[in-house]
């Protein structure tokens, strides 16, 4: 649901990097559950995998909103340089009042705007961090749990006896009367 969630606003920024992402995080999540549910470890295995991707690209994308590094949260590297478009948050946070002022001396371009926006409650790229940072702390718990599951699985596999000798109590038992008894005819 936080994947679905964190889906709808980057499209709603038209983000196209974080939509591209969280669209394989929601297949790989489903493909998890469903490896779960179908008792599949490989698929487990591969949720697993994913959630180590998964929390590596929730931290850069916290490092791109703080401006860890050389990464500035005013390029257009999550818009694949298409657009300058950015989170939707910067102009609809809590508490955000949003001022559009038309471009005046340009014809043709009476649709566009300059937007300036004031008074937020909380920055957007501090909305943007706890966002990721939600992530990272379900990717963890997620990744334990798969842990946990693939173990019980394989656990599961190795006791299984397939010959039937090993268990002292088999759930399948073997006859075992003495072969007189088999051979003996019945008289009715």
Known sequence: LAALERQVFDFLGYQWAPILANFLH????????FGTIQYRPRYIVVYAIW???WVTWNIFIICFYLEVGGLSKDSELLTFNISRHQSWWSEN???CVRKEAS????????????ISVIGCALEYRYIE???SSFQILIALVG???ACYVVS????????????????PFPLYHVNEKPTNLLFKQTYL
């Open 26 to 33: 929601i297949i790989i999540v489903i493909l998890g559950l």
């Open 51 to 53: 959630t180590a991707i």
């Open 93 to 95: 946070g809590p508490g």
């Open 103 to 114: 471009v005046s001396g340009i014809k043709g371009l009476d649709s566009h705007s300059y």
């Open 129 to 131: 961090v706890m966002h």
């Open 143 to 145: 990744f334990v749990y």
């Open 152 to 167: 019980v699985f394989t656990e599961e596999e190795d006791s299984f006896d397939f010959i039937g000798g090993f268990d």
